[in-house]
């Protein structure tokens, strides 16, 4: 039985540190840990279990089990106690483990004859790498001593594993981050790419987990602990709202006694500083794992960020590595915001991000860049190294990391048919969509960024039917000037020339959050304060924004709708403020536009339902079929559960939209339609042959939209849309598809 003494500890570590220092094999390695660890606790067996595949372990060493059995004994997943360990992540001491549930006797091992068991996950930062194991014959659980010490060894074996100290033959000691890999997150933007990672924030690697020199290691700690709190504070300066709650929870853990202390008690058992960061850092990441709530995983998550701050300036290994960039870069993160995504700018192939939503700001700004995004690609940080080939497609929502030969072959034949699909476009650019049947559809493209207004002229775009305002807000970590708004607004309209472009007042709230706004704790903020909402209670930013777009316009005819207005006096009001702002503009003497056009966006049920004195006001309308689908449904568009449960070629929402066609047909107002359908082939040409013939989409989208428009008869399409509601089908989709393949 170990004691639990500075001195024992750091024995223990030593002779584990010289072994792994010893010239030898993976497997040779592995063996003389067995036979350290068990004659350490005094223990008959000693096992070491390591993944094979995701799902198999592989009894990989021993001491006190038949020989015979290593590399021949293998469990899922879950299966006997090793695999519930590994299934778990969480520890297992019993002093009768045939009596456990789930427990499973393996007769090649010769185990029938211990009864105590003690299982302990190897794992690095939450990675599941295998399970560390002791027996004894006698019946009795093991000390905390015993578990700490075995704790420690668990870690140095993960870290060896990391460093590549146990490669051999057979798939359990293969060399790590070598093997194909599949990744399934969601699409946050469509597209398929092919490149090399490049992680946002490389891991960083400790080589030197065992230390002497507790007084040396306890001072390196202090002076990092105490750079670590200067840095937050210096953070803190001038921050407010959201972010202050954030970094203030930085500092709260940066000078949290519990944490110090139990990392000082690691360095004085015998661990470096920066093995007892990462001990604490794993021990987070696995509670992180087994919690439900939202609040405690982020604020895990915040003591995650803290440790990952405090081994870089423990190790020097910063964000700048020294590697270089490739070429063809796919960028790698948990998370990133738009301000930093920016900064890469067009440069990056594609995107892979462990967190994320389609709603969220790194969505919002890799649309506008149309650069290919998968979100909640599990563990891909971990699993991705910088320099790895990777291909990404967006469309499917799937990450192919070392991709094998015949996966790297199917993939480019994909790029290759996309991009011959593409040329086929191009020679369709300057045509207009005119149907089969003679129906005339006009196709507008989205933006947000000035570096989207090239293509305008490359999509065959007739102009902008949406220019996305804030997102000159959210890159910024202050509120923008008016003079910089006006310099944006102007570029815009330069660039456009003299195709048309609508500018969308700010539209913020709900999931896009200004860095430097106070938060308000929402239950529902989709449904809650955001957009026109904000603007009118807090009607300053929204004056401020008017005026550097008349100012802007130099002159010049100018178009704006507002977002998210649910009824006609929330429009009135709006446009009220463009009435105010023009009268004082004429009286400082500066140039106003020649036209001042003001339209909204229709994103509630409620506005279809307007007096018809609306429809007459109101000089153009687009409905915003993003958040009018959510609503309509009841279905969140950020829940993954329920946001692709509902068919846009439902009947019931067809026959909404067909509706609001109507009623601006009798009002003779102008109608598009904006969202991620308009730049769907099959959705858009379905909403044209309903009466929208004005769609507005990525630019990507516009070729292949166009392209379905010239080859299809939008009255006989409507045609089949009304007999299969007259039938009584919940969905029209599987008609129109058999339709649209007789089209040619």
Same mark, same amino acid.
């Given at each position: 039985?170990?004691?639990?003494?500075?001195?024992?500890?750091?024995?223990?570590?030593?002779?584990?540190?010289?072994?792994?220092?010893?010239?030898?094999?993976?497997?040779?390695?592995?063996?003389?840990?067995?036979?350290?660890?068990? /004659?350490?606790?005094?223990?008959?067996?000693?096992?070491?279990?390591?993944?094979? /595949?995701? /799902?198999?372990?592989?009894?990989?060493?021993?001491?006190?089990?038949?020989?015979?059995?290593?590399?021949?004994?293998?469990?899922?997943?879950?299966?006997?106690?090793?695999g519930r360990v590994a299934r778990t992540g969480k520890m297992m001491n019993t002093a009768d483990a045939p009596s456990e549930r789930g427990f499973r006797y393996m007769p090649e091992t010769g185990e029938e004859v211990f009864s105590s068991f003690l299982g302990l996950p190897i794992?690095?930062?939450?990675?599941?790498?295998?399970?560390?194991?002791?027996?004894?014959?006698?019946?009795?659980?093991?000390?905390?001593?015993?578990?700490?010490?075995?704790?420690?060894?668990?870690m140095v074996l993960a870290e060896m594993a990391e460093l590549g100290a146990f490669i051999g033959e057979g798939a359990a000691l293969k060399a790590r981050h070598t093997e194909p890999r599949l990744l399934r997150g969601l699409s946050?933007?469509?597209?398929?790419?092919?490149?090399?990672?490049? =992680?946002?924030?490389? *891991?960083?690697?400790?080589?030197? =987990?065992?230390?002497?020199?507790?007084?040396?290691?306890?001072?390196?700690?202090?002076?990092?602990i105490e750079k670590l709190r200067v840095s937050v504070d210096e953070m803190l300066t001038g921050t407010s709202g959201e972010q202050l709650e954030v970094l203030e929870t930085y500092r709260m853990f940066a000078n949290s006694k519990g944490w110090r202390r139990r990392m000082e008690e690691?360095?004085?058992?015998?661990?470096?500083?920066?093995?007892?960061?990462?001990?604490?850092?794993?021990?987070?990441?696995?509670?992180?794992?087994? !919690?439900?709530?939202?609040?405690?995983?982020?604020?895990?998550?915040?003591?995650?960020? =803290?440790?990952?701050?405090?081994?870089?300036?423990?190790?020097?290994?910063?964000?700048?590595?020294?590697?270089?960039?490739p070429a063809d870069p796919i960028l790698i993160a948990r998370n990133i915001g738009p301000g930093e995504l920016l900064d890469y700018g067009r440069k990056l192939k594609?995107?892979?991000?462990?967190?994320?939503? !389609?709603?969220?700001?790194a969505a919002v700004v890799a649309r506008a860049l149309a650069i290919p995004l998968v979100i909640q690609a599990e563990r891909i940080t971990t699993e991705a190294l910088n320099g790895d080939h990777i291909m990404v497609d967006g469309d499917q929502g799937m990450v192919h990391l070392r991709p094998d030969d015949s996966i790297v072959s199917a993939f480019r034949d994909k790029i290759a048919m996309q991009a011959q699909a593409q040329e086929r476009y191009s020679s369709i650019r300057d045509k207009p969509a005119v149907s089969t049947c003679g129906k005339r559809v006009h196709l507008y493209m989205?933006?947000?960024?000035?570096?989207?207004?090239?293509?305008?002229?490359?999509?065959?775009?007739?102009?902008?039917?949406l220019f996305r305002t804030e997102l000159q807000f959210l890159i910024r970590n202050k509120m923008p000037k008016r003079t910089e708004l006006v310099e944006v607004y102007k570029r815009v309209m330069d660039s456009a020339g003299d195709k048309p472009v609508i500018f969308r007042t700010l539209d913020i709230g709900s999931d896009k959050v200004l860095p430097y706004m106070k938060p308000n704790d929402e239950p529902n903020p989709a449904l809650g304060w955001r957009a026109i909402r904000v603007g009118l209670d807090k009607p300053g930013v929204m004056r401020m924004q008017i005026q550097a777009l008349l100012r802007a316009s130099g002159g010049r005819a100018l178009t704006v709708m507002f977002p998210f207005v649910a009824q006609y006096?929330?429009?009135?009001?709006?446009?009220?403020? !463009?009435?105010?702002? =023009?009268?004082?503009? *004429?009286?400082?003497?500066?140039? !106003?536009?020649?036209?001042?056009?003001?339209?909204?966006?229709?994103?509630?049920?409620?506005?279809?339902?307007?007096?018809?004195?609306?429809?007459?006001?109101?000089?153009?309308?687009?409905?915003?079929g993003n958040d009018l689908k959510q609503f309509?449904?009841?279905?969140?568009?950020?829940?993954?559960?329920?946001? *692709?449960?509902? /068919?846009?070629?439902?009947?019931?929402?067809?026959?909404?939209?067909?509706?609001?066609?109507?009623?601006?047909?009798?009002?003779?107002?102008?109608?598009?339609?904006?969202?991620?359908?308009?730049?769907?082939?099959?959705?858009?040409?379905?909403?044209?042959?309903?009466g929208l013939r004005r769609l507005s989409m990525r630019p990507a989208s516009i070729g292949p939209v166009k392209s379905l428009i010239m080859r299809t008869d939008l009255d006989g399409l409507y045609d089949v849309i009304c007999e299969a509601r007259a039938r009584g089908e919940q969905s029209v989709r599987d008609d129109v598809m058999g339709f649209l393949r007789t089209q040619g």
């Open positions: 039985m170990i004691d639990r003494s500075e001195s024992e500890s750091r024995k223990l570590l030593g002779r584990l540190r010289d072994t792994m220092a010893e010239q030898a094999a993976g497997q040779e390695r592995l063996d003389k840990i067995v036979h350290l660890t068990a /004659d350490s606790i005094g223990s008959e067996v000693c096992s070491i279990y390591l993944f094979r /595949d995701s /799902d198999t372990l592989e009894l990989c060493a021993t001491e006190g089990l038949k020989k015979e059995a290593v590399h021949q004994t293998r469990m899922k997943l879950g299966e006997g106690l090793v794992q690095r930062l939450g990675e599941k790498l295998g399970v560390l194991v002791v027996q004894t014959k006698a019946k009795r659980e093991f000390t905390s001593d015993e578990i700490y010490a075995l704790e420690v060894i668990a946050g933007q469509e597209g398929t790419t092919e490149g090399h990672a490049w =992680l946002h924030e490389p *891991r960083v690697v400790v080589t030197n =987990l065992v230390s002497d020199d507790p007084e040396r290691e306890r001072r390196r700690l202090d002076k990092a690691d360095i004085d058992l015998g661990l470096s500083a920066e093995a007892a960061v990462e001990k604490e850092q794993s021990n987070a990441r696995a509670r992180m794992s087994q !919690v439900t709530d939202q609040y405690l995983r982020e604020r895990l998550h915040d003591l995650d960020d =803290l440790s990952n701050r405090l081994l870089r300036l423990l190790t020097g290994q910063g964000a700048e590595t020294g590697a270089e960039m594609g995107i892979v991000l462990e967190e994320g939503s !389609v709603g969220s700001h989205n933006a947000g960024l000035l570096a989207d207004l090239p293509s305008l002229i490359s999509s065959g775009a007739e102009g902008v039917g006096e929330e429009f009135t009001a709006a446009r009220a403020e !463009v009435g105010k702002a =023009l009268a004082i503009e *004429r009286k400082l003497g500066h140039p !106003v536009p020649e036209t001042v056009t003001i339209g909204t966006m229709l994103e509630t049920p409620s506005l279809a339902y307007a007096p018809t004195k609306f429809f007459e006001d109101v000089a153009f309308i687009s409905i915003g309509f449904f009841a279905a969140d568009r950020e829940n993954e559960r329920v946001r *692709r449960r509902y /068919d846009t070629l439902n009947v019931s929402f067809l026959s909404f939209l067909e509706n609001i066609v109507m009623r601006c047909s009798d009002t003779q107002t102008p109608l598009s339609f904006c969202g991620e359908d308009a730049g769907r082939p099959i959705e858009a040409v379905c909403l044209a042959a309903i």
